[in-house]
């Protein structure tokens, strides 16, 4: 069903992206899965660099939002084997490099919430916080977080 829509939609779930440094790409606690922070990684590169409102602009940080959450959903997708097997996207957090005086975080953030319903339905609405920071790993312009229950 979830598996099936986003072939509907076009997307293609990657493997997981490899952690930058000493951590898991994602971890399963009872019917949670907790992701790591995920970055706008396309075949191992960035989508995009630099802060919002200077090099990236807020429509390519929307993109960037969408490119980290499919990449969420491959570390979920790692453990689980099918995505078809979430019952619900529970959290996003989603950080912001901004420049100074950018605030439409929540906006940027809409670009991964946004997917999340189009694929998941009732079920891809969620919590979430949008916050901007000074700087991401690697100079990317957006990286998020994301906590899914799963079916038992």
Do not use: W
């Amino acid at each position: 069903m979830f598996e099936a829509k986003l072939n509907e939609l076009g997307i293609k779930i990657p493997e997981a992206p490899k952690p930058l440094a000493a951590y898991v790409p994602a971890n399963r606690v009872d019917n949670l899965i907790f992701t790591a922070g995920q970055l706008p990684m396309i075949s191992g590169k960035l989508y995009k660099e630099g802060k919002v409102g200077i090099e990236v602009s807020e429509e390519e940080a929307k993109k960037a939002a969408e490119v980290c959450v499919i990449n969420c959903l491959s570390t979920v997708k790692m453990l689980i084997g099918n995505l078809d097997n979430i019952e619900k996207i529970v959290k996003l957090t989603v950080f912001v490099a901004s420049a100074e005086g950018f605030t439409n975080q929540p906006i940027v953030a809409n670009g991964a919430s946004e997917l999340l319903v189009k694929i998941f339905g009732e079920s891809g609405k969620h919590a979430r916080s949008a916050v901007g920071v000074s700087e991401l790993p690697i100079n990317a312009p957006v990286e998020i977080e994301m906590i899914v229950k799963v079916k038992s």
